[in-house]
């Protein structure tokens, strides 16, 4: 029945292991994980009985409020892509009170939700920071999880985030499916991938909320439901500084001047913004990553590195970098990626963005130049594998180019909610032209 793409698991009926059968009944009754796992991991009865216990222990057991546990737990495996485990849910939890709105709510804002307590934000930042800037728990974070938690409580926290976070990744890359349907009913995995994979489950939420929609238009109601709180165009002078909103899933156009500074500000934290620029005199002369590449003998840029255009002109200079992960390969998402991939049609994309954007230059679809990522945390593996990761950027972090030359240029805060790059949440960003730092 289980039919995993990349691994056969082992037959129920040939688990004879009598600890097995009883961790079977374990899983049966905390359905996180369920006997899918066990079937997977029956191919080697000592690792199974090792792992799965010590996930049991770790989740449903112990000093911490197995319900925080159960929204982190989804928490992470939305992180990590897994469809697996971010599509079960805890018998044990729902018995406890634990509902889906406060799964949701776990994994989205949490930092400003007032029905999170402050020692349940602790244990979420814990997991976001293990996982996205562990070089942040330091002895400060650690004092201040201590303000909450008794040191048996972070540690408890602490290997269960380890633990459930590698055990995520390792189902992500088998492509595994929950082994039961959202009524409890046993499923085939090529079910189970039509009912719960990204793609499936981000477009129920698409077909519930989304148009067909036409390019983005410049009203304040913006697709995603917020209303830009300055003005239709998002835009006022604070002194010498120009500041533009770019509202979620939209775009914005700027205009700098040679020496002056181009500030984007991730105003929310992990919200990728495609980023691009060409020259107001030629405007065939525009941002070129590929020779930038060359160039700076890097994949992301940094402070210092010369951003240079496709003549080779040097454009931008890096000048401030709070984030320190910025792409310069990934396309811009288009309306063919979207209806590919995810079979969405209508779906805001930052091509669209831009030609609305820059519509007062009459710049076409093919004249875009492959944007800067800002933002952006993709992986290259050593086998030239790509991996898109959740952003690293916190709140308020920002990034600061100096103009080389005039230019024209635009934001998009990229509308992708159907991978994890953003964190499956598109929000503002905000774009900064001074004179000065």
């Not at 090529?190 to 499936?200: D, M």
Request: glycine fraction near 10%; charge should be negative.
């Amino acid at each position: 029945m289980f039919n995993v793409p990349r691994i056969d698991p082992v037959p129920p009926e040939k688990i004879q292991d009598p600890d097995l059968e009883k961790l079977r009944e374990v899983c049966e009754d905390l359905q996180a994980p369920d006997d899918l796992f066990l079937g997977i991991l029956g191919h080697v009865p000592g690792c199974a009985k090792a792992l799965i216990e010590a996930m049991v222990m770790s989740h449903a057991q112990g000093g911490v409020d197995h319900k925080i546990k159960e929204i982190i737990r989804v928490r992470l495996a939305r992180t990590a892509g897994d469809a697996y485990f971010a599509n079960l849910r805890s018998r044990k939890a729902k018995r406890e009170g634990m509902t889906e709105e406060r799964v949701e709510a776990g994994s989205g804002d949490f930092e400003s939700d007032p029905r999170f307590t402050e020692a349940e934000k602790w244990a979420l930042r814990y997991a976001d920071r293990m996982y996205r800037d562990p070089k942040s728990v330091d002895a400060a974070f650690y004092g201040g999880m201590k303000a909450h938690y008794s040191e048996a409580q972070v540690m408890e926290l602490g290997a269960f985030i380890a633990l459930h976070y590698g055990m995520q990744v390792f189902m992500r890359t088998l492509r595994a499916f929950p082994a039961r349907d959202r009524d409890g009913n046993p499923v085939t995995q090529e079910q189970s991938e039509k009912i719960y994979s990204p793609e499936a489950g981000r477009q129920e939420k698409a077909g519930r909320r989304r148009p067909a929609v036409e390019p983005m238009s410049r009203s304040r109601q913006n697709f995603y439901g917020k209303s830009s709180p300055i003005g239709d165009q998002g835009e006022f002078n604070m002194g010498n500084e120009k500041v533009i909103r770019v509202p979620a899933g939209e775009a914005r156009a700027f205009e700098a001047k040679a020496g002056q500074y181009v500030t984007v500000v991730n105003l929310e934290g992990r919200q990728v913004g495609d980023f691009m620029v060409f020259n107001p005199e030629n405007l065939n002369e525009r941002l070129g990553t590929n020779a930038t590449i060359v160039h700076i003998g890097k994949l992301f840029p940094g402070v210092g590195d010369e951003i240079l255009s496709d003549l080779r002109n040097p454009m931008l200079e890096v000048v401030r970098d709070d984030c320190g992960r910025h792409d310069l390969l990934i396309a811009a998402c288009d309306p063919r990626r979207y209806e590919i991939y995810y079979n969405v049609s209508g779906h805001p994309n930052c091509s669209d963005n831009f030609i609305e954007a820059l519509r007062p230059w009459d710049l076409e679809r093919q004249q875009l130049p492959q944007p800067i990522n800002l933002f952006q945390n993709m992986g290259y593996g050593d086998d030239g594998g790509l991996e898109f990761r959740e952003s690293l950027a916190r709140p308020g972090d920002r990034i600061v180019f100096r103009a080389g030359m005039d230019l024209v240029g635009g934001v998009s805060s990229c509308p992708m909610d159907l991978n994890p790059i953003s964190g499956f949440k598109v929000t503002d960003l905000e774009i900064r032209v001074a004179d000065g730092v």
